[in-house]
């Protein structure tokens, strides 16, 4: 097999063997700690502009088949794995993961010691990154310390629907057998900055008819559409970066239930006056614990985030409702003088377990009551 390189902007150099695509990947480079859902991970437009490492040594040992899509196509720039299995095993697989990244212009690095790689990220911090199979490891170190990071870009609008549409499919747990909804309790708008499938499809289950829109759609736009609630979708790159979402948002609240996952938390957040930063090398994977500070429980969560909400500079207009228990910091908030409220990580799973699916019915109780 052809050698590849990985190489850091801090000087690091990883080789190992090229599968996927030809050519170059290039990207913030972060490791997600699932065991599994590689595909639903590929496919999360979260993970626009990054490569992913995934720290579990076996990777595409059960194929990849439409049914787990959380998008129309991959958004991962690179593909990271210490062993990747050429024939996978499952009566779902349509294809491996080899054909996949080729078919999708993906590009991969296997056979690298990702441990290394793992422990290098997070004493480091997450970082550029370039995978080649071409052209010297100084040069490409150079290329990847030309790379922009993170911080200031609105990756959210650039990926978001250009037009506005209806969602009304369930089936978020049903393999390869999606239903529609057919009497809807409630109207839904949301806002799309790169949002996962599985989220609207659990809304769907819950009654809810969607109106997904824009990234830019104002919040006169959203409230002429008769919404009983707002939902703020996940999505990549700095929240404080995206193009009037933090008024758009800010506008709505007392008007309306809003419910924000993610990158909504985020510009939930950032809409009753808090900050964000980025996190070192953020939390991504299907393992997180969250404390619910008013009733103790601990879920198991699914993540992907690299920016996180300052707990210092939210106020006294929101108040944390949870904390992530392997570092403090903040996972969830509610606004005192408005019906809305949002978590940090992923209440859909899709890849993870389902602890705190439960996150939809209050959403949709609150949209109950406010009628």
């Not at 090229?18 to 972060?30: K, L, M, P, R, S």
């Not at 009983?228 to 979402?245: C, E, Q, R, S, Y």
Request: with cysteine; hydrophobic share 40%.
């Amino acid at each position: 097999m052809k050698r590849a390189i990985l190489a850091l902007a801090d000087g690091s150099v990883f080789e190992g063997r090229a599968f996927g695509a030809t050519g170059e990947g290039a990207g913030e480079v972060v490791f997600n700690t699932s065991m599994t859902g590689y595909q639903e991970i590929l496919t999360d437009p979260s993970y626009v502009g990054q490569m992913v490492c995934m720290t579990y040594p076996e990777q595409g040992n059960y194929g990849l088949n439409p049914a787990d899509e959380e998008s129309a196509k991959p958004h991962a720039t690179g593909f990271i794995v210490r062993h990747y299995a050429e024939e996978p095993s499952s009566w779902r697989a349509r294809e491996s993961l080899d054909a996949y990244l080729k078919r999708h212009g993906i590009v991969g690095i296997h056979g690298i010691d990702t441990r290394r790689l793992t422990k290098h990220l997070r004493t480091a911090g997450a970082q550029m990154g370039v995978i080649s199979s071409e052209g010297s490891a100084a040069a490409l170190v150079e290329r990847a310390r030309a790379l922009p990071g993170m911080e200031g870009q609105d990756l959210a609008t650039r990926i978001s629907t250009k037009e506005r549409y209806v969602w009304s499919e369930t089936g978020a747990d049903s393999f390869d057998a999606h239903g529609q909804l057919d009497r809807p309790r409630f109207h839904v708008v949301a806002y799309d900055w790169g949002l996962k499938r599985a989220m609207l499809r659990l809304l769907a289950e819950q009654g809810c008819r969607i109106t997904v829109v824009p990234a830019g759609t104002s919040g006169e736009e959203t409230l002429a559409l008769r919404p009983d609630g707002v939902f703020l979708t996940n999505g990549p790159g700095d929240p404080a970066a995206v193009k009037g979402a933090q008024g758009a948002v800010a506008s709505l609240l007392g008007k309306v239930p809003v419910f924000g996952i993610c990158l909504g938390h985020q510009i939930l957040s950032l809409a009753v006056g808090a900050r964000t930063y980025k996190l070192k090398f953020g939390h991504r994977g299907a393992n997180q614990p969250v404390k619910d500070l008013a009733t103790g429980k601990v879920d198991i969560t699914c993540q992907n985030h690299g920016f996180a909400v300052d707990d210092k500079a939210i106020g006294k207009r929101a108040r944390v409702t949870h904390v992530n228990l392997n570092d403090g910091t903040v996972e969830g908030i509610e606004v005192l003088d408005a019906k809305a409220f949002s978590v940090q990580y992923h209440p859909e799973s899709s890849p993870g377990p389902h602890d705190a699916r439960a996150l939809f019915g209050r959403f949709v109780s609150m949209m109950e009551q406010s009628r």
